[in-house]
């Protein structure tokens, strides 16, 4: 009986291993443009033809290769970037594999011409499908210039199913943006059969994103800063005005790289809660710098998934530096003198807050003009300052109200609220299309209109799923929807639940979602958010604060139901929220645990006018 098994030839091998590797053209930019970056290159040019797909070169002004290491460099897990297992978590560098070029040139035909500083020439070599042709001295520049033809020239399958130079060509652009963004002291150029797309020269942060996304960016941004000893943060985040209905403008960077991560997508999200209409997403550019040894960047092979320690704690320093940014920069837009120091609400869930490093001033006192240090309660000192009071305490119910709810727990009972009032319930106004401003005979009463309708609904919701078990409105045309399949798989898990709201499936297989029912007051048009928030909590694993799988979908469902800020209220609509709002069992805190309103009393108003 003969043996069937052998090993294969490298170039098969390689081949295969290329399909990890080498996805598209837009894969052989990240790895050449990296490894140029690698080089401690200044200076990069990409330069691509019919979207990558017949030319890929990279130039660079790096430390270029020697003869023998630029032979080498194309031998599978050649590396000069680590030697032992313990390097990769020490990583200073993009690549380390060692499989890039080996990859590249299995599936191309690839021209290497590089040189350093201290050679007196350098060196050219051509390799097609892993074959070395030729390699011969040459005069070139110090650094490296690498051209890659012909890509899957030998793999006509994967040839077939590159898609249009449009698709090619935007992925390409990503890959581009992303190095770019990492890099900003880079000079960088791309262009695209010899048109030239982006001439970027080396500069700030912001600089080069406002370089990349156009001139409007900048006025845009909102910066950014913290430093934690887990995690320090820099980068920008977009006015909530300038949210965008389409995704795209997140970007994440590790350690200078860039990466998906949902969980901390999620914290920033989280963090402009309340600020924006559910429809657009929140701009962000933030480059996080963590301890090497506290990131695993080797489980996905192109890298752009990491996986943290400490993920609980990035996540909560991560949600409330982005609220304090939010902050500070309502506070500079209500002509606030400038302030670095502001206290930073963290508030997880699971665990403590290892000792982050931030530098809180408690005696802060904006409206202390001669600087001297007094306590928050001082605040109502009888000076006149009363605008900036008035300001003062607009951005503070409405952007730090968990920091205020913790020193100030001041509920009102609510059985009483509206007695003798009836004629002043009428007078309701909407400020800042956010709060709905009710006089009483007490005082002032100030309802947070997004959180007042959460709780509404929140009840409402609890009340079908526990009494009525999912009273459903029929639809006259079933719902078609379409997800990836293991978001499909994560709906599938809480079917049951889903149902108990009043949803009717047809169909949760593969990819397809077929609904014929829906819970009351869902509009269809608000489904496929509401689904895509449910499958992320599911898919996510959030902190659960202690409720129920049942309040948690609540939760998330009202959400994305509840009227949001910005919303304009007509008086009919305010008042009928005012009556649901106390007619609910727990009106003072919303389906999160935050406060709904809060009251000023009369004394109130008047220790401000002392
Ligand atoms: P990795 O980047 O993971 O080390 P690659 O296959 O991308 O693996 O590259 C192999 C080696 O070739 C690198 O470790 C580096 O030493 C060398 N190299 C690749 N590209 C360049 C370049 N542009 N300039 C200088 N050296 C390079
Ligand atoms: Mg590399």
């Not at 350690?255 to 209409?277: M, P, Q, S, W």
């Not at 940014?325 to 209500?334: E, R």
């Not at 990819?511 to 819970?519: A, C, D, K, Q, S």
């Not at 609509?573 to 609910?584: E, K, N, R």
């Amino acid at each position: 009986m003969s043996e069937i098994i052998k090993l294969l030839p490298d170039h098969v091998a390689n081949q295969i291993a290329a399909g990890e590797v080498v996805q598209r053209p837009a894969s052989v930019v990240k790895e050449l443009v990296e490894n140029a970056v690698d080089a401690g290159a200044t200076q990069i040019t990409l330069s691509v033809k019919d979207a990558g797909k017949t030319l890929i070169q990279v130039i660079d002004n790096g430390k270029g290769m020697s003869m023998l290491d630029s032979r080498m460099a194309f031998e599978r897990h050649a590396t000069s970037k680590i030697s032992v297992a313990d390097d990769l978590f020490n990583l200073h560098t993009k690549g380390f594999r060692g499989e890039a070029l080996a990859s590249v040139a299995a599936i191309a035909h690839v021209s290497l011409k590089s040189k350093r500083d201290e050679d007196d020439l350098g060196t050219h070599i051509e390799i097609e499908g892993s074959k070395v042709v030729s390699q011969e001295p040459v005069v070139t520049p110090v650094g490296t210039i690498i051209t890659v033809r012909n890509l899957f020239y030998n793999v006509p399958a994967r040839r077939k199913f590159l898609k249009s130079d449009n698709v090619e060509l935007r992925a390409i652009t990503d890959e581009f943006h992303r190095v770019a963004m990492a890099h900003p002291q880079i000079g960088m150029r791309f262009l695209h059969n010899d048109h030239e797309l982006f001439n970027l020269p080396g500069s700030s942060y912001r600089q080069r994103i406002v370089g990349i996304m156009g001139g409007k960016t900048n006025e845009s941004l909102i910066p950014i800063e913290e430093e934690t000893e887990l995690l320090s943060i820099t980068g920008f985040i977009g006015k909530p005005e300038f949210a965008r209905k389409t995704k795209g403008l997140q970007y994440f960077f590790v350690n200078d790289r860039f990466i998906k991560h949902n969980y901390l997508h999620h914290a920033v999200t989280a963090a402009f809660e309340g600020l924006l209409r559910n429809d657009v997403n929140p701009t962000y550019f933030l480059y996080l710098t963590v301890p090497k040894d506290s990131v695993d960047i080797n489980i996905h092979p192109t890298k752009t998934e990491v996986k943290f320690d400490d993920e609980h704690n990035l996540y909560a320093i991560l949600r409330a530096s982005v609220k304090h940014a939010l902050g500070q920069f309502h506070f500079n837009a209500l002509d606030f003198e400038k302030e670095p120091e502001y206290e930073v609400p963290y508030d997880v869930a699971t665990g403590t807050i290892k000792s982050p490093r931030i530098e809180v001033n408690r005696a802060f006192n904006p409206f202390d003009t001669d600087n001297e240090s007094t306590s928050r309660s001082a605040n109502h000192t009888p000076t006149y300052r009363a605008p900036q009071q008035q300001a003062w305490e607009a951005l503070y119910t409405g952007l730090d109200e968990e920091s205020h709810m913790q020193q100030e727990p001041e509920y009102i009972p609510t059985a009483s609220l509206f007695e003798n009032e009836q004629s002043q319930r009428t007078s309701l106004f909407q400020l800042q299309r956010k709060f709905i401003i009710s006089p009483m005979a007490s005082g002032l009463l100030v309802v947070n209109q997004n959180r007042a309708h959460e709780r509404i609904l929140y009840e409402q919701l609890l009340k079908q799923l526990t009494v009525q078990n999912g009273v459903s409105q029929q639809l006259l045309f079933p719902l078609t929807l379409h997800y990836a399949v293991e978001e499909v798989r994560a709906l599938k898990n809480i079917q049951e639940l889903l149902e108990s709201t009043g949803f009717i499936f047809k169909s949760l297989e593969n990819n397809l979602v077929e609904i014929e029912g829906l819970p009351l007051d869902l509009k269809e048009s608000a489904v496929s958010g509401l689904l895509e928030a449910v499958i992320k909590h599911e898919q996510q694993d959030l902190p659960a604060h202690g409720i129920s799988p049942v309040e948690r979908l609540a939760a998330i469902m009202v959400a994305n139901m509840a009227i949001k800020t910005g919303e304009q209220l007509q008086p009919e609509a305010m008042q009928h929220m005012v009556d649901m709002l106390f007619a609910c069992k727990e009106p003072a805190l919303s389906p999160t645990g935050k406060k709904v309103f809060i009251n000023i009393t009369g004394d109130n108003l008047q220790s401000k006018f002392d």
